[in-house]
T-cell receptor, first 114, second 114 residues
Framework: AQSVTQPDIHITVSEGASLELRCNYSYGATPYLFWYVQSPGQGLQLLLKYFSGDTLVQGIKGFEAEFKRSQSSFNLRKPSVHWSDAAEYFCAVGDTGGGNKLTFGTGTQLKVEL | GAVVSQHPSRVICKSGTSVKIECRSLDFQATTMFWYRQFPKQSLMLMATSNEGSKATYEQGVEKDKFLINHASLTLSTLTVTSAHPEDSSFYIC??????????FGQGTRLTVV
């Protein structure tokens, strides 16, 4: 069965600092990988996704993620965090049917200090 | 990206009553829709998968008689929480997908049972 681990429950960074959110997955085949962001009481917004091809994926809001098969990782990065980035971030792995059925990690709560 | 509309965004109901939540794909035909539940400060857990015109497939531990799912058309799926109780209070979110493409999420429904 597929699974996703986000080791960091909470992360605090200063505005302007760089950010890396960790995500490790377990999946038997080539995974479909996603990062979503959720603000309090809101739905999910897709930041970026990886299906195949270039392992460095660019997303919205200045985020990027790198797929590393050897490490079973898909870490999310941003070079300079803005206060508006404070939110909950979820990594997810999708099944082979186009990635529709998702298994989510437990999420990382990002706090940004001004 | 594609648009998935979920309604209502918030609902408060009395214990013992039933509540229906709608999920509509507005600009594509969704062969599959997924229903997730998210408890406060937790991740999204898949409840069930529904395919148009067939019975939903429920995840282990989800009561199919309590959470009725109907996917009568390629653009509409409904989740009915029957005989709701306070422990059913949660954030419910749907996603809609089709073969070969990623799933798109609705805005979510905050259910409060009093």
């Amino acid at each position: 069965a597929q699974s996703v681990t986000q080791p960091d429950i909470h992360i605090t960074v200063s505005e302007g600092a760089s950010l890396e959110l960790r995500c490790n997955y377990s999946y038997g085949a080539t995974p479909y990988l996603f990062w979503y962001v959720q603000s309090p009481g809101q739905g999910l917004q897709l930041l970026l996704k990886y299906f195949s091809g270039d392992t460095l994926v660019q997303g919205i809001k200045g985020f990027e993620a790198e797929f590393k098969r050897s490490q079973s990782s898909f870490n999310l990065r941003k070079p300079s965090v803005h206060w508006s980035d404070a939110a909950e971030y979820f990594c997810a792995v999708g099944d082979t049917g186009g990635g529709n059925k998702l298994t989510f990690g437990t999420g990382t709560q990002l706090k940004v200090e001004l | 990206g594609a648009v998935v509309s979920q309604h209502p965004s918030r609902v408060i109901c009395k214990s013992g009553t039933s509540v229906k939540i709608e999920c509509r794909s507005l600009d594509f035909q969704a062969t599959t829709m997924f229903w997730y539940r998210q408890f406060p400060k937790q991740s999204l857990m898949l409840m069930a998968t529904s395919n148009e015109g067939s019975k939903a497939t429920y995840e282990q531990g989800v009561e199919k008689d309590k959470f009725l799912i109907n996917h009568a058309s390629l653009t509409l799926s409904t989740l009915t929480v029957t005989s709701a109780h306070p422990e059913d209070s949660s954030f419910y979110i749907c996603s809609a997908g089709a073969t070969g493409r990623e799933a798109f999420f609705g805005q979510g429904t905050r259910l409060t049972v009093v």
